[in-house]
């Protein structure tokens, strides 16, 4: 399987900052990875399709200014929350999913991010 | 767009009993469906996944069951213990498509 590795595991920010969150794909060469957002005792929401050396492909609803994507090569994707708010609190956690005929997904460890 | 339900939010039982968790899904395309149990804070945790050209799967106290024609998956897990409890997550793909994942099912096992 695939080693995923996410960081930081946990930011607190103050309101109207930036913060980045790496997702490094170790062992295994990703030209997709996949971020969700997942609320307190809720589900995992996929926020957006990272795609290696082209534009993410955002879910309806998601700010693709709010929320910048970069996936620059086959093993690190970003994700950049942009002038942060309390609102944006959140558990964020990416993945890898492997192809071929039995693939699978692949998590981080998740960002808690808090906005202060 | 896709959609996948998940019964029941919560599930609360006896140490030893079975736990029954259902899932529907609306993408007729989907072929893999796969799920997880995450602790809090944690990262989700495969359990046991199920692709479309199979109807059942077991391994050991967890089995999975797929209906493609209703476009339902069922996870049951048999003689249960405390450290079953978890939420439950299910999930439906397309291949290497994005996960679309249920609501979640909090598990309760009481010894």
């Known amino acids: 399987g695939a080693v995923v590795s996410q960081h930081p595991s946990r930011v607190i920010c103050k309101s109207g900052t930036s913060v980045k969150i790496e997702c490094r794909s170790l062992?295994?060469?990703?030209?997709?990875m996949f971020w969700y957002r997942q609320f307190p005792k809720k589900s995992l929401m996929l926020m957006a399709t990272s795609n290696e050396g082209s534009k993410a492909t955002y879910e309806q609803g998601v700010e693709k200014d709010k929320f910048l994507i970069n996936h620059a090569s086959l093993t690190l994707s970003t994700l950049t929350v942009t002038s942060a708010h309390p609102e944006d609190s959140s558990f964020y956690i990416c993945?890898?999913?492997?192809?071929?005929?039995?693939?699978?997904?692949?998590f981080g460890q998740g960002t808690r991010l808090t906005v202060v | 767009g896709e959609n996948v339900e998940q019964h029941p939010s919560t599930l609360s039982v006896q140490e030893g009993d079975s736990a029954v968790i259902k899932c529907t899904y609306s993408d007729s395309a989907s072929n893999y469906f796969p799920w997880y149990k995450q602790e809090l804070g944690k990262r989700p945790q495969l359990i046991i996944d199920?692709?479309?050209?199979?109807g059942e799967k077991k391994d050991q106290r967890i089995a999975v069951t797929l209906n493609k024609t209703a476009k339902h998956f069922s996870l049951h897990i048999t003689e249960t213990q405390p450290e079953d409890s978890a939420v439950y997550f299910c999930a439906a793909s397309r291949r290497t498509d994005k996960l679309i994942f249920g609501t979640g099912t909090r598990l309760q096992v009481f010894p």
């Open positions: 062992d295994f060469q990703a030209t997709t």
């Open positions: 993945s890898v999913q492997t192809g071929g005929r039995n693939t699978e997904a692949f």
């Open positions: 199920i692709r479309s050209n199979v």
